[in-house]
């Protein structure tokens, strides 16, 4: 049973089912996370914004409802936390951004409409990377992030601030956004789940856009129970997101469900060479590929079929992606002109519209997304874009091709979900593609819009190591059923949860200690 | 005009020079200052070689993707829907007037 000592650490579904029962009050549930930011908060650096008496506001709007006797959803009065990409109404709405300071949206992104109608209580919008440009959040324009397992080292990017809070007991789950990883990269290194869902699955309807044809949200949880949970209350077609797929959301939760039974016989699994494979393991740390096979491993003892798959085509990924990426995201930030939102900078009645454009957006924006900016703008440059842009299309073309040959042979592809653990804050700052290699393994689900899951698969050197499960376009269901089945095992033979480890080693020593 | 100006003979491929970054950062409306410059023309050349290798790639007959679900002419009902209220929008502005978004002047002394 949840009771008021352990709300920080229970399960979402857990808190709902207490919810439901009367055992807890959303109010109660509530304060007690609000309660650990103002108390840890201050050393993690999760959130960019709280608003407390919004959220106990929110919570006794549900408590009261539940008392008059109203039929409430089961995620009625379960908090959770934003990332600060999702546009909130009234809510201050950053990106991580300067060029952002202070704007407060005057609509609700559909995802967090859903949520709000759900009954979920907003406690905060949290940190990311600018324009979710990143690996580690450190290209955030207002704070460090730190990860509660070690606070000398990176959540992770660039939902690192999702990561953080879920992880450090400052949220019971949280959304974040995936462009190549940025979801499942931080989840694998603060030890939680996150999935990316089937491009298109998730409205993309106010999130504020870094590359569309690869942005998806989705949920970043302590279980894979709560992922499926999550991810259902917010998937589903949306006609004001144009790409938006119309058709049922597979069954998720029901998915989890099933695979934490534990019985793998009949699924075949492909382990992809070329991510951690033999000949391909440059860069891996052996701790990485030691968990990730000890995993591959528990399925094998659960019934799975597992053989290796090679896609060579992914070799290629990460160069496509990082043309692809910055091309759109070129053409997308061009709606930061100082005009109708945020920053504007120099209008001193001198300066014509292109001066002000170019010093608004030369204040506004952080060192990671000028290069981005200027890269893209390259590789869509006339006499430049075939040989750039146009060939990382093809790329993505043949990368697409290995997901579906594989298909043929393989119900689910499975790999590391980043090739180390956390690193130390500060230590890629200054190398843009130190810190790209960390979405070696998240970038062909991403360019072939498929969907894929991070579960944690124990820890090496004291900190958490991902495991990915990949599978066909709408079929996200494997994804939930593999990871609770690994979740499941590992659980009971370790004992406990990997998360429930982060007492010991992170934040409770770490916050005691002087600064 | 400048902004239509393309690029003028390509560098081979790795290569951007300090002129080139600081003629796409003018295209890019980013007024970068000098010492970005230096930093970001190293940087830059440095991620160029990385992404380069995608020429190694073998594309005969390969088609482009430009995107991962093959959707086209997604239509829905022609509804009016009711917009934002003007002054809602505007508030979010940096600077307005008379009901609309105020802008520096559009068209240059030479224009």
Redesign the interface.
């Given at each position: 049973m949840t009771t008021t000592e352990n709300i920080t650490s229970s399960s979402a579904a857990d808190l709902s089912q207490a919810l439901q029962a009367g055992e807890l009050s959303s109010v109660e549930v509530t304060r007690a996370y609000l309660d650990r930011i103002a108390a840890t908060d201050g050393t993690i650096g999760a959130y960019l914004h709280v608003d407390a008496d919004a959220a106990l506001e929110a919570a006794g709007a549900v408590d009261a409802a539940r008392a008059r006797g109203e039929e409430l959803g089961p995620l009625a009065g379960v908090p959770m936390a934003l990332k600060d990409v999702v546009v909130t109404e009234g809510v201050p709405t950053t990106s991580g951004s300067k060029i952002l300071e202070g704007?407060?949206?005057?609509?609700d992104a559909t995802l967090a409409a859903r949520l709000k109608a759900a009954g979920t209580v907003l406690l905060g919008k949290t940190n990311m990377d600018e324009f979710a440009m990143g690996s580690s959040t450190e290209n955030s324009a207002y704070k460090v992030t730190r990860n509660p397992w070690d606070t000398d080292r990176i959540p992770g990017g660039s939902s690192g601030g999702s990561s953080a809070a879920v992880a450090a007991g400052l949220a019971p789950w949280a959304i974040g956004t995936d462009t190549g990883g940025s979801i499942r990269q931080p989840a694998a290194v603060t030890g939680l789940v996150g999935h990316k869902p089937t491009?298109?699955s998730v409205s993309r309807y106010g999130l504020i856009a870094f590359s569309s044809?690869?942005d998806q949200a989705g949920p970043m949880t302590r279980t894979v129970l709560d992922a499926a949970l999550l991810h259902e209350a917010v998937a589903g077609h949306d006609?004001l997101d144009?790409?938006s797929?119309d058709s049922p959301v597979p069954v998720l939760a029901e998915s989890a469900r099933r695979g934490a039974e534990g019985d793998l016989a009949g699924l075949r699994v492909g382990v992809v060479t070329e991510l951690g494979g033999d000949g391909h393991t440059d860069g891996y740390e052996p701790g990485v590929l030691a968990r990730v096979a000890e995993a591959v491993a528990l399925l094998e003892g659960m019934g799975a079929e597992v053989r290796q798959v090679s896609c060579p085509?992914f070799d290629?990924a990460?160069?496509?992606y990082?043309?692809i990426a910055p091309s759109e995201a070129?053409s997308n930030l061009?709606r930061f002109?100082?005009?109708?939102?945020?920053?504007?900078a120099g209008?001193d009645?001198s300066?014509?519209?292109?001066?002000?454009?170019?010093?608004t957006?030369?204040q506004g924006?952080g060192?990671e997304v000028?290069?981005r900016?200027?890269?893209g703008?390259?590789?869509l440059?006339?006499?430049?874009y075939d040989?750039?842009y146009?060939?990382?299309?093809?790329?993505?073309?043949?990368i697409?091709r290995d997901f579906t040959s594989a298909w043929d042979d393989v119900d689910v592809l499975v790999s590391p979900t980043s090739p180390t653990v956390a690193w130390t804050l500060g230590s890629r700052v200054d190398d843009?593609?130190a810190m790209?290699a960390a979405d070696l393994c998240t970038l062909p689900a991403s360019?072939?819009?498929?969907p894929a899951i991070s579960v944690p698969c124990g820890l090496s050197d004291g900190l958490p190591v991902g495991f990915q499960i990949m599978a066909p376009?709408l079929a996200d269901d494997r994804c939930y059923r593999v990871a609770a089945a690994l979740e499941a095992a590992q659980d009971a033979a370790r004992g406990h949860a990997l998360l429930a480890g982060i007492a010991t080693t992170g934040i409770a020593t770490k916050e005691n200690a002087p600064s | 005009m400048e902004f239509h100006r393309s690029m003028s003979t390509p560098s081979p491929k790795g290569q951007l020079t300090r002129d080139e970054v600081a003629h796409l950062a003018h295209l890019s409306r980013l007024a970068v200052s000098d010492e970005e410059l230096d930093l970001f023309a190293g940087q830059l050349a440095a991620v160029l070689d990385a992404v380069a290798q995608v020429g190694k790639a073998d594309v005969a007959d390969v088609t482009p993707t430009t995107h991962a679900v093959p959707m086209t002419n997604v239509m829905r009902p022609d509804v009016a829907r009711p917009s934002l209220p003007r002054d809602v929008v505007l508030a979010g502005a940096p600077a307005a007037e008379d009901d609309r978004f105020r802008v520096p002047r559009i068209l240059g002394e030479e224009a």
């Open positions: 704007w407060r949206p005057p609509y491009y298109g044809s690869l006609p144009s790409t797929i085509a290629l990460l160069p496509a990082y043309l070129s061009a002109d100082g005009v109708r939102y945020g920053l504007r209008d009645g300066r014509d519209l292109d001066e002000v454009m170019a010093l957006r030369e924006f060192p000028k290069r900016i200027i890269l703008t390259y590789a440059s006339s006499g430049y040989a750039y146009g060939q990382a299309q093809k790329v993505r073309t043949l697409t843009p593609i790209y360019l072939a819009g498929v376009a | -």
